[in-house]
């Protein structure tokens, strides 16, 4: 198992023994065949028990997983004559948000996700992720078009954030970010986004005023990074993992408190095990969504919109 | 970072006295209103946290809490604000008095935190809401307040907003927001980072009425509230040497390991690099919001005509 995390770490040492005693049993000719079934045996039960029992953190490891599917991985694997499109006509060509047009099962739809890069040099030239205001109002020109066209829209989000720097401030991160709040409010166009790994704040939301909102079962959507907060509310940024846990940050709390409409499995171990499979249960996703979705007329769509996110928050009354 | 926005404000106790020599801090009383023995005296005398200038509070509070030294304005309550900004100093209705916060994710000490803001601002919440007149114009205007939790937005603060925001439609009046905020409100996780797409979508409705936002942004705006209704105005107004961005200075400086020109992310800076409308000294503030507001009516004052009145066009057609 290649890129595996520390809380996968028996398991991958069970693993090792199980091939080690195979290799045994062909080189040497020792039968251990009983001893492999039942060592293989214990790596189930072991798995079903890591990965059956994964606590916020853990789950936060997985989205953050270097070989995790990114926008790029689905936009390959679920659609078809996918043409990239560039540029915010203002400024420039941010990469840490790709944007363009394809067909999902032969009809024209718009896709726009955060990029995160494959290796180092991928993930400078993708700012690792993290999108500056040009990015985000690439994205809203991409929308725009969606809009003007009937197009429905897809989004990926992955994000650790919008990027903290000085020209993004310089350049308006605060108001590129609310901008897209605002206009995706007035999309009279079906719109469906996807947590498919980091999920992290304003710069996550700011491709998410969905319809309807999808999380993959290891992703998370957090206020903030697990461990910005834990350095805004304890002082510590090492807190991550307390954090993580009093957050309420994975799918199933965030579908508890009403924020995301459903969960979208993964293959045991993440997504990135069988990128294939989970490319199969999104699209499966997306094609019923759009399914219920394409029966709204715009008015009907932006009005939904609406109430989705007016009913999102916790009060009470004196 | 929040505290590096706050760190630097003072405590500003009322405690009427002329008495220049040193309080003596007797009992229980002095005690509460955090009277300490000083060299300057809180309540009585501040010094400015800019520029050092000592004045006497009751100079201070003349001058609008700005600082006649170097013109730092000091942050000001939600009442304050609104006694400086409505006719006769208060709202003719406040909105949703009655919502209160709960605490969604169970997060330990949050209510206590809450109670104690409660007590001690004597708000139910991060920001006040209502209708009022401005130099006679019926507006709804909705002012966040410092004291309370860093007005930070969490739910109640995201459902006020949107609620003033669907009042202003209904009433079809303009509506002005003062922010100062630290951002979201972490104790909500991501139902506070909601509110940002909840009170953004009012305005995208308050929008498409054709009916007048004008945002002013006062010391500190940042984060969630700076991303979302704060930057969405019609007009984006901001007072002089406020703090507002996105990200805090000092998370910056941690991701490009580089030192920030002094005055990185003032409203000034802003202005310089076209994320401004105005800068608006406190002052001036009410006759300009006035000004702007009799600008967009379509029941002008008297002796005020609309383009539509006094076009030569009218005569033709
Ligand atoms: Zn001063």
Known sequence: MAGELPFEKPLVELHDKIKEL???????????SDEVKRLEQKAKELADQIYGNLTPWQRVQLARHPERPTTLDYIQLLFTDFME???DRLFGDDQAIVGGIARLDGRPVTIIGNQKGKDTKDNIRRNFGMAHPEGYRKALRIMEQANKFGRPIICFINTSGAYPGKAAEERGQSEAIARNLRQMATFGVPIICVVIGEGGSGGAL???VGNRVFMLENSYYSVIAPESAAAILWRDSSLGMRAAETMKITAPDLLELGVIDGIIPEPFGGAHRDVAMQADAVKKVLLEQLEQLSQLSPDELVQDRYEKFKQIGEYASL | ?????????????????ENLTRVPASGDQAKEAGVREKEVPEGLMNKCPHCGTIHYSKDLEKNLRVCKGCQYHYSISAPERLALLLDDGVLTEEFD???????????PGYLEKLEQDMANTNLNEAVVTGEGLLEGNRIVVGVM?????????????????????ERAIDRRLPFILFSASGGAR???????LMQMAKTSAALAKLDRERLLYISVLTNPTFGGVSASFSSLGDYNIAEPGAMIGFAGRRVIEQTIRQELPKDFQTAEFLLQNGQLDMVVHRKEMRSTLAKLVEMHTSTPREGVETWQESSPLKSLS
Not at chain 1, 22 to 32: S, Y
Request: hydrophobic share 40%; glycine share 10%.
């Open chain 1, 22 to 32: 195979r290799r045994f049993t062909e080189e040497k000719g020792i039968d251990f």
């Open chain 1, 85 to 87: 499109i560039h540029g």
């Open chain 1, 206 to 208: 700011a491709i998410g």
């Open chain 2, 1 to 17: 970072m929040l505290k590096d926005l706050f760190g630097k404000k003072r405590k500003f106790a009322t405690v009427p006295s």
């Open chain 2, 97 to 107: 008095t009655d919502l209160i916060t709960s605490n969604p994710l169970g997060f």
């Open chain 2, 145 to 165: 307040d410092s004291r309370f939790r860093m007005a930070s937005m969490g739910s109640v603060v995201g459902e006020k907003i949107t609620r003033a925001i």
């Open chain 2, 186 to 192: 972490m104790q909500e996780g991501v139902l506070s």
